[in-house]
């Protein structure tokens, strides 16, 4: 089953909530944490990878925090979901050819690459600007491509 991790979905909250709240000023890990009931350790450890990989900017000392590096319209799906967990891969085997004993004469290699690619390509057509468009809770997709899942 394909899902976003729960890494994810607090990172998604806490970057949402700075492009909200923060107007350019760090908002601390802690009330991040307390203002969504986030556990506040596993938070920490999430908004550390944002940071490393330039998704928000971390300001130490007595008013420190984090802010967002830039827009949400700059900052993809597919971005945070690098950021957090790694690289989105679909089998082992994309990473580790050696991982699998049937690699040489698989049947599904292609089709599942196929997959792999338009699943990567999806991802990053989002930006987060557009979770912050919600209708009764709902997010719509105005720059969503259609893929032709049905």
Known sequence: MLRLSKKVEYGLMAVLRMDAEGHGQPLSAKDLAEQQALPAELLGKVLQALARTGVIVSAHGAHGGYRLARPLETISLGEMVEAIDGPVRLVKCQDDP?????????????????????????????????????????????????IGIK
């Open 98 to 146: 050696c991982a699998c004993d049937l690699h040489d004469g698989c049947t599904i290699r292609d089709p599942v690459m196929r997959i792999q690619q338009q699943l990567l390509q999806y991802l990053f057509s989002f930006n987060l600007a557009d979770f912050r468009s919600t209708t009764h809770g709902r997010a719509r997709w105005p720059n969503a491509p259609s």
